[in-house]
């Protein structure tokens, strides 16, 4: 039996089912001319099954009930009205208004994309990650995101600096999720297709780093990964290269005498050679005092192995921190580049990452630094709730710092500023962090970006006149949907007819494009008002809210079947929160509460914290008032629902059904398997 279901579950095409009017027909008699489907042995007794547990569930009912039975529904609405479960009355169309898109947006996409695509064919090497960034710019304002990724992806396969690597291994790491995964290390890789937080740290075009899930060498130390390094070799803070008949030299620190010798430690840098063979009296002396000089006796044993053998060997990391504060006094490439990755091979959590970056940035420790910033990264969004991180990323000298060790940029700055954004757009630190993405902007894209998102987060903010000034900044730079923003901002600020001959002008300049007359149909009423919409449509039909604002309309005419029917034509193909929470409200007021729980039950399927009724109400306190409006059912009866849905491609009603499964019943595991079908679709 187990075989035959697996090989049922193989044999079906998911595709080909959703383009048919039923999934998987069967058949009731329990017959076998289904074949593998559920017509067959398999799905034959599945149904079966869920049949005598819904009829083994009746007659639980029915002997537990021995008074007659009552009319749960008719009591219950007479406790419960219309007017308590809408606290908002019926949506206006002066209170429903399409969202700004916070992405590039261009009048002809076909056009930017081909532009894109020839800057990517005719870049260097050097230059391909950054036009692939550009690429992901394009592709962000679609609703795939998989064109997105693939885009992200192929930046990070054609970076070559330490810094790209960095960000963009961790932005599509935060793509995935995985950062939702409990009890992993952002600095954890092996075992997962994942790539090697450590292949990030080594410079210079690699792009099977990216497609080799680990590149730890195992049982190596991890700073020979990070040096490339294939012979370690381990010393004590006390052993040399050579015996002490070989020192002819000593430093003197203190009352402690190190022994080494003068050639080894003049190789270390042009300042020592000066000092140990040049005019200076340091050169005919056997004994050079060097207390002054910031370093311990055991810092600078450990700079007199390193003289002799070029290796830091298992010193503690309070020498190998004095060491690179020597290299850095004394200019001493090789011994800073040794620390720089010793230092970064012991980054592994927050906790190491934050003591360590000070030291990082202090000595311009560049690879100290990357391997911090990488798990700052890695933990987001959890990370922002440190407020060192925050103080860092966000503020304009904790820019300035990074920016000295060539770790600000643009794309760190979008990066966060996508995440920031995500988790709380009217916030302060996403404001900062945006000014910082439009401080490193150079191009004319990163630029029409930058101040485009700044004005979006500011009308978000309801801080109209400076929304204004960042959409006319878009503008200027050449972003031509960013007039959308400054018609919005003026409309807010009272000059509704400037808004309205600002999208007039937009329209006679370009080519008519649906956003461009959903816009101005915002500004204008009646006739007008509706033919705009309709002109929207045309041109666009996957545009929502041209749907939404009929229905609203015919919902003022009290014509609320009618502004059902319109709704359905846009959810028909096209599932969104916003239409699903106004088709539950009109379902609510025709006192359909049943169809109103499924859209408010699926519409939390989508969007779990959405709260309803322009912010007044949580759909799941919704969810309560309207759950004991309707028939309530057993778990048998929801999974025959849930079969019925499925076969004849209700997925509304399918996503309804399994959130109400998952809320009081057990197998969560496979409903949530069915659910991500769903979703999928």
């Known amino acids: ?256 005498e190190i022994r080494c010798v003068r050639y080894n430690v003049a190789s270390l840098s042009r300042p ?26 055991e810092g600078m044993r450990g700079a007199m192995v390193f003289s002799q053998t070029k290796r830091l060997g298992t010193f503690d990391p309070k020498i190998v921190l004095e060491l690179l504060s020597l290299a850095n006094r004394f200019c001493c490439d090789e011994l800073k580049s040794a620390c720089d990755a010793h230092l970064a091979s012991l980054v592994c959590d927050m906790e190491s990452a934050v003591i360590l970056i000070e030291y990082g940035l202090e000595e311009g420790a560049n690879l100290l630094v990357a391997a911090c910033l990488q798990v700052f990264l890695r933990e987001l969004p959890f990370s922002m709730n440190n407020p060192y991180v925050m103080r860092l990323l966000c503020g304009s000298e904790g820019r300035e710092r990074l920016a000295s060790v060539g770790h600000a940029s643009f794309l760190l700055y979008y990066f966060l500023s996508q995440i920031a954004m995500e988790e709380e757009m009217k916030s302060n630190n996403t404001v900062m962090l945006l000014e910082r993405l439009g401080e490193c902007a150079t191009e004319d894209w990163q630029k029409q970006l930058a101040y485009h998102l700044l004005g979006v987060v500011m009308l978000e903010r309801k801080e109209y006149k400076d929304a204004q000034n960042w959409f006319e900044e878009a503008v200027e730079a050449g972003h031509v949907y960013s007039s959308v923003g400054v018609a919005r901002a003026k409309y807010h600020r009272g000059h509704k007819y400037s808004a309205y001959k600002m999208m007039n002008s937009l329209i006679s300049d370009h080519s008519p494009v649906g956003w461009m007359y959903q816009e101005r149909s915002l500004f204008c009423t009646g006739k007008e008002k509706l033919m705009d919409l309709n002109t929207a449509t045309e041109l666009d039909p996957t545009l929502p809210f041209p749907y939404m604002c009929r229905a609203v309309l015919l919902v003022q005419e009290n014509k609320l079947e009618s502004a059902i029917s319109e709704l359905n034509k846009i959810i028909g193909f096209k599932v969104s929160p916003d239409c699903l929470e106004l088709r539950a409200w009109i379902s609510m007021a025709l006192e359909d509460f049943e169809g109103a729980l499924r859209d408010v039950r699926a519409l939390l399927t989508l969007d779990p914290n959405h709260m309803m009724f322009y912010g007044k109400k949580h759909g799941d306190q919704l969810v309560e008032l309207l759950r004991p409006l309707v028939q309530q059912c057993s778990q048998a009866d929801c999974w025959m629902q849930l079969y019925d849905r499925w076969s004849s491609v209700d997925d509304i009603g399918s996503l309804a059904v399994v959130h109400q499964m998952l809320a009081n019943g057990p197998w969560k595991s496979l409903l949530r398997f069915r659910q991500s079908l769903l979703l999928l679709r």
């Open 1 to 256: 039996m187990q075989h035959n279901i697996f090989t049922t579950m193989r044999s079906l095409k998911l595709s080909e089912g959703c383009k048919a009017t039923q999934v998987y027909a069967f058949n009731p008699t329990g017959g076998e001319a289904g074949g593998g489907g559920y017509g067959g042995k398999v799905g034959g007794k599945f149904l079966q099954h869920l049949q005598d547990l819904r009829a083994n569930s009746i007659r639980t009912k029915s002997s537990r009930n021995s008074h007659p039975p009552t009319n749960h529904n008719q009591t219950t609405r007479t406790d419960v009205s219309v007017e308590s479960l809408l606290p908002a009355g019926l949506p206006t169309v002066d209170l429903i208004e399409p969202k700004i898109e916070p992405c590039l947006k261009s009048v002809d996409f076909v056009e930017s994309l081909a532009d894109v695509y020839t800057k990517v064919e005719n870049s260097s090497q050097l230059e391909k990650s950054d036009r692939f960034l550009e690429q992901c710019a394009v592709f962000k304002g679609l609703s795939d995101p998989k064109l997105f990724r693939n885009s992200l992806r192929s930046a990070r396969q054609h970076a070559v600096d330490v810094h790209s690597k960095v960000v963009l291994a961790s932005w599509l790491k935060c793509e995935r999720r995985e950062d939702e995964l409990i009890g992993l290390s952002a600095m954890d890789c092996c075992g997962r297709n994942l790539e090697c937080p450590r292949a990030c740290l080594m410079s210079g075009y690699d792009p099977d780093s990216v497609k080799d899930p680990c590149v730890c060498l195992r049982g190596q130390p991890e700073e020979d990964v990070l040096m490339g390094d294939e012979d370690y070799l381990t010393f004590d803070a006390d052993e040399g290269g050579g015996g002490d008949d070989d020192c002819d030299m000593s430093f003197c620190i203190g009352d402690d």
């Open 272 to 297: 020592f050679r000066a000092m140990l063979y040049g005019e200076f009296k340091e050169s005919r002396r056997e004994k050079i005092n060097f207390t002054q000089n910031g370093i311990s006796a």
